[in-house]
């Protein structure tokens, strides 16, 4: 008898098991995915962002990612009401290529701004983002404790889009961010193309990562960038790389003053720091807080904000008449057989495009009468 016991307890022999209860509740999961569903009226999401709200905030900045028209509106509509509430953050941008340690630096200077109370808000441009691995902030395990950490909001980049689409759901990420109580906007980026313009044109402050021992061109800086960019650190400078880091850093320092004065009067900063044993990393932010007094002092600060509003405002302009242009019926209509056209040298490029926007301004006023 006892030795049957036993029998039955033993792992290796099958028993009968008891009926279990079905693993997922399906009742729970359909209310979830009604309440994912149910549509937040405009007071709700602004009464929900406004209270710091991050599941709001998330489901707000889904609206402005999202391709449907209806959720745009919505968005644009929460977007102007959230903005009397914003502008008091300063908006960093930092880029610099795939390995130079960008999300480890994030990880290091977001820990050491919540450790001093900032509410941190990181956000990412990547046109390119449909790729999987490597995609900036995609990737879950980057960034393992801002990402757990109660003073941050990590956002990954909207999937691929053109820039310019990309651009203005950042932006307008931003918005919504700084309305929920985020005092410092990180916006990363790859430094690679011409996402950096983006970034530039929506922060404050411009951070170029580097690393020592690999030429501009190995890097694909442009010197573009360089010359954007208000601060240079020289990235991973520890252990046996710490001279090389160290000899960069002067040879920044000497190619910079070859550089055009900059715009706002500040002189890059050119340093050096190891995003993972976080030396550096402090020198970094008082770097930030400098460049942001001596700009507020010579107005610089204000003015580059309003610049930015203004092309804000030409942009959208210009997407909204190509948006508009493209989905035009009979522009889509006389679109093919005019490539034929071209292809065939029947019609110059030229005459080509008169066609198409001809037709367009037909169809333009034909929708006005
Ligand atoms: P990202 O692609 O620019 O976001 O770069 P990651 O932050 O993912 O870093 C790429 C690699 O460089 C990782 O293996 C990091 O651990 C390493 N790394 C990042 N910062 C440093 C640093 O300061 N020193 C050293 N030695 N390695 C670093």
Redesign the pocket.
């Known amino acids: 008898m006892l030795e049957d016991n036993h029998h039955n307890k033993s792992a290796l022999h099958v028993n009968d098991g008891i009926q279990q209860p079905e693993q997922i509740n399906k009742a729970a999961v359909e209310r979830l995915k009604q309440a994912k569903k149910k549509q937040l009226s405009v007071d709700q999401y602004i009464n929900g962002i406004l209270a710091g709200d991050r599941i709001i905030l998330s489901k707000a900045i889904t609206l402005v990612e999202s391709t449907n028209l209806s959720h745009h509106s919505l968005a644009q509509k929460i977007i102007e009401k959230c903005l009397p509430h914003t502008g008091k953050a300063i908006r960093i941008g930092i880029t610099?290529?795939?390995?130079?340690?960008?999300?480890?630096?994030?990880?290091?200077l977001g820990k050491h701004l919540t450790s001093h109370g900032y509410m941190l808000a990181v956000l990412a441009i990547d046109p390119s983002s449909s790729r999987t691995r490597?995609s900036?902030l995609g990737?879950k395990t980057?960034m393992e404790e801002l990402s757990v950490d109660q003073n941050a909001f990590i956002r990954p980049s909207p999937s691929a889009g053109s820039l310019g689409g990309v651009a203005r759901k950042t932006r307008e990420s931003i918005i919504l961010c700084e309305a929920a109580g985020f005092n410092v906007i990180f916006v990363?980026t790859?430094g690679v193309g011409q996402s950096e313009t983006a970034v530039h044109s929506m922060v404050d402050f411009f951070l170029l990562?580097m690393l020592a021992g690999a030429g501009d061109e190995l890097q694909g800086i442009k010197r573009g960038i360089m010359e954007m960019a208000d601060a240079i650190f020289i990235?991973?400078?520890?252990?046996d790389?710490l001279k090389n880091a160290t000899r960069a850093q002067s040879e920044y320092k000497n190619a910079l003053h070859l550089f055009p004065p900059t715009e706002s009067g500040w002189v890059s900063t050119v340093g050096t720091?190891?995003?993972?044993?976080k030396?550096g990393i402090d020198n970094i932010w008082e770097t930030i807080r400098a460049y942001e007094d001596f700009t507020k002092g010579n107005g610089f600060f204000g003015r580059k904000r309003q610049l930015q509003r203004e092309l804000i405002m030409f942009e959208t302009i210009n997407e909204t008449l190509k948006t508009d242009f493209y989905l035009d019926s009979e522009v889509k209509k006389i679109i093919p057989a005019t490539i034929e056209e071209v292809l065939s040298n029947k019609i110059s490029s030229y005459v080509a495009a008169q066609k198409i926007m001809d037709i367009y301004y037909k169809s333009k006023r034909g929708n006005q009468l």
């Open positions: 610099g290529v795939p390995g130079v340690g960008k999300s480890t630096f994030i990880e290091a490597g900036i990737d980057r990363e790859v990562l990235n991973k400078a520890d252990g790389n720091c190891s995003a993972r044993s030396i």
